[in-house]
């Protein structure tokens, strides 16, 4: 700080000559020596020294600072009146004064001063720590909102490093060390370093997370042994009598760097337990100025100083909290990912031969989400899926056949048309018809040859064998063309009037009742035209989708996934409203059921495992999602962003040729 400056009105020159009873320089040192801290950059204190007539006509220098100056006014008159100057000290004095009364009223106007710089720093004080309690806050509640675990370790160094204005900042997590077992007494026996997060303004450092002991030697490993922050001015200089040390000069010079200011802290949770410890270094005196090499940051960089470790260590508990939060928010979510899967295993349990089909539609239809997000043109340039919402498509695909559960094991395991038990019972008829038809011609062709001469019955046994031939004949073409409708096909087919004809028969059982070929129930089986199921069936699988709502309904889902039940409800709705449950139509159904609708028929065409069908090659069941669009059942914008990015080769299957599997 300069010698303080006394300047007198154009006027009042004949007072230059004032002996002041004070050295002035000593004065100022007196008045003003705990304002040392504030530099030698600070402004010179002026006293600025004008009569009342003068004061009148005087405006403040435009570039001064109020608080760094006073005024002392001559009072010629007797009846000065000192206009209301709130900003600086005013001291009204008579013209002819001692130089004792000269120094009374310097120093005066020199605790004016000072006080008004007191003042003035108080105020800059709480409006510092205002914006630091705000800046504070605000940086709590983005860490407590931040759910994501990486994303939280990597946005607590960032704030730090902000409020900081440090060049670098590193995260060091503490963990157990695997197959080591707790020590009730011991805390850190089993407890390791991991090198989680490390940023630096200046420099682009390659980093990848790895395990560290857990020792005094290290810094951080002080800090968090011994629970307490610690300052260093220069990590290169360290009392060698210190505990811990630094090695990290080597790597400072691989990089062309220079540490030199450090601050670490312990992260404390709210048990008072270490979970980790933040790493700060070189404290810039301009917060994004750029470290260019070793003699500039010497330069640039100042220490870390006390109001520094204080705002790190409330963020470090904030820190800690929204870390032990996150973690524990990730434990749920894997108990909860573990109960999806086992739920889904329970299912497949039920049905062995769709095993694998609820992952392949989530990991289709999340795919699908994901691409639309990419898209800044086109129908869904304007949609995005948050992350709630992918969670919510992947939830929902995963549990979206959950309802199988309450289907009959043989309905869900159906191959053919009729149930194992119904084709035995037809077989058996057609036996039996066979053995009646020959029984009938036999008894026939014994009765005749009773009466009848041996020529008479030879030619009478020609004319009914070949009668009977042209019967069984008959009744074999039957029984292939049963055969052959009772196999299910992917498309709708035809051409089943045949049945109704063979229904239409009759023979007659031992009790000389008459019984037809094929019973109505058996006919109406045979007559479906796409799939294994008749219309019992169907209705009876058709409502493992309303199953699946009513158990996804019982589950308490959290406000961001609350939208699961009715994503899986609606996957078998059709655009047209043909589709089932609810017979919705296209505005009516989430788009997210829309794309897992895709998702669905895809994997349900190509799965090499269904009961009721062979695997259909790749282009085919494209091919078939194509008609699928055209009948305007699935949608034909959803359905050509999955073709054009080939979003179907996520799913790799397979299918055994001989002795090796080739991909299919």
Request: overall charge negative; some cysteine; proline content about 4%.
């Amino acid at each position: 700080m300069e010698t303080l400056k006394i300047m007198f009105h154009e006027n009042m020159k004949f007072l230059n000559d004032i002996d002041f009873q004070l050295p002035v320089n000593e004065l100022i040192r007196e008045m003003f020596t705990d304002l040392s801290q504030l530099g030698t950059t600070d402004p010179t204190p002026e006293v600025f020294i004008m009569s009342d007539t003068d004061y009148l006509s005087w405006t403040i220098p435009e570039f001064a600072e109020p608080q760094w100056y006073g005024v002392i006014v001559l009072d010629t008159t007797g009846t000065f009146s000192p206009r209301e100057a709130p900003d600086f000290f005013i001291h009204v004095v008579s013209p002819e004064l001692s130089p004792a009364r000269w120094n009374y009223a310097l120093l005066t106007t020199l605790h004016g001063i000072q006080k008004n710089i007191r003042l003035n720093e108080l105020e800059n004080e709480v409006d510092y720590q205002a914006f630091e309690l705000t800046r504070l806050n605000e940086i709590g509640v983005a860490l407590s909102a931040e759910k994501n675990l990486n994303t939280l370790l990597n946005l607590i160094v960032t704030k730090v490093m902000e409020i900081t204005h440090a060049d670098g900042g590193s995260l060091y997590l503490i963990e157990p060390i695997p197959d080591v077992p707790e020590d009730p007494k011991n805390y850190f026996h089993n407890k390791r370093f991991r090198f989680q997060v490390a940023k630096n303004e200046s420099r682009k450092i390659e980093f990848r997370s790895f395990p560290l002991d857990l020792t005094k030697k290290s810094i951080y490993g002080y800090v968090a042994l011994t629970k307490q922050s610690l300052l260093i001015d220069d990590a290169y200089y360290i009392d060698e009598n210190a505990e811990y040390g630094w090695a990290g000069r080597e790597f400072d010079k691989s990089i062309a760097y220079r540490t030199q200011s450090m601050l670490t802290v312990p992260m404390l949770n709210n048990d008072d337990t270490v979970i980790g410890v933040i790493q700060l270094i070189n404290c810039k005196k301009k917060q994004y100025s750029k470290l260019e090499n070793p003699e500039h940051i010497l330069d640039q960089v100042v220490s870390f100083t006390h109001k520094h470790v204080k705002s790190v260590e409330s963020i470090a508990s904030q820190a800690a909290v929204a870390l032990q939060n996150a973690r524990l928010l990730d434990s749920i979510q894997v108990l909860f990912d573990g109960f999806i899967n086992a739920s889904v295993k329970a299912i497949e349990s039920r049905d062995p031969t769709t095993s694998g089909h609820s992952s392949r539609v989530a990991t289709l239809t999340v795919a699908l989400a994901e691409q639309i997000n990419r898209l800044s043109t086109g129908d869904f340039a304007s949609i995005r899926f948050t992350d709630d919402q992918l969670h919510e498509i992947r939830y929902a695909s995963l549990l979206h056949d959950f309802g199988k559960i309450g289907v009959r094991e043989k309905v869900l395991l159906k191959s053919k048309k009729l149930y194992p038990s119904e084709e035995q019972t037809v077989m058996d008829r057609f036996r039996i018809i066979r053995q009646s038809i020959e029984l009938h011609y036999t008894r026939k062709q014994l009765e005749f040859f009773q009466t009848k001469t041996r020529e008479e019955a030879l030619a009478y046994f020609a004319e009914t064998h070949s009668e009977m031939e042209d019967q069984l004949k008959e009744l074999d073409e039957f029984l292939k063309f049963i055969i052959r409708c009772n196999e299910p096909t992917v498309l709708s087919q035809g051409g089943f009037e045949k049945l109704e004809e063979i229904h239409k028969k009759y023979f007659y059982s031992m009790f000389n009742m008459p019984r037809s070929y094929l019973t109505a129930e058996e006919t109406a089986s045979l007559s479906v035209p796409k799939g294994s199921l008749n219309p019992q069936d169907r209705k009876e699988i058709e409502s493992h989708v309303t199953h699946t709502y009513k158990f996804l309904s019982i589950i308490p889902w959290t406000k961001n996934l609350s939208n699961v039940p009715d994503i899986a409800h609606a996957h078998h709705e059709k655009l047209d409203g043909s589709g089932y449950p609810l017979r919705l139509k296209s505005e009516q159904i989430p788009i997210q059921s829309k794309m897992m609708t895709i998702a669905d028929i895809y994997d349900a065409l190509t799965a090499l495992d269904r009961p009721y069908k062979k695997a259909v090659p790749v282009d085919r069941a494209l091919d078939i999602l194509g008609y699928e669009a055209k009948d305007h059942h699935i949608d034909q914008r959803l359905l050509d962003v999955f073709i054009e990015s080939k979003l179907y080769q996520l799913v790799t299957r397979f299918r055994l040729s001989g002795k090796r599997l080739e991909q299919k």
